[in-house]
């Protein structure tokens, strides 16, 4: 299903999933950012790859780099207004589509696959 997802994402936005779920963690973060290692753990990445997206971000305006004042090994990601105006524009037609899919999902056994997706759902909302 997230590859499903995905694909609709890209094509409607220009933005994948995980650029959009990386956006909803910084928006809901206090002061709009979390470290690159905070944003990793909360998409489910490695911090190589959570720096490669954060680089993604960056190119298409949604988010920036920035050292941390106290230490200056540490990074963060932030997100820019053009980045939370994205986030919150796609939000509700995120969710309408993970509707979709999952009304769409074969029946056997999708019972448990819905109410897990659900949850994870309500989860990175």
Request: proline fraction near 2%.
């Amino acid at each position: 299903m997230d590859s499903a997802l995905d694909r609709w994402m890209q094509s409607a936005f220009g933005v994948g999933i995980t650029e959009y779920r990386a956006s909803r963690h910084l928006i809901l973060s206090r002061d709009r950012e979390l470290r690159i290692n905070d944003l990793a753990e909360r998409v489910d990445l490695n911090q190589s790859s959570a720096t490669r997206l954060v680089g993604r971000m960056e190119a298409k305006g949604l988010a920036y780099r920035d050292t941390c004042p106290n230490d200056g090994r540490g990074i963060y990601a932030v997100i820019t207004e053009r980045g939370v105006d994205l986030a919150n524009d796609i939000h509700d037609k995120y969710e309408a589509k993970i509707q979709e899919l999952l009304h769409d999902a074969p029946s056997s056994g999708s019972a448990d696959i819905r109410r897990a997706l659900s949850t994870l759902s309500a989860i990175i909302s």
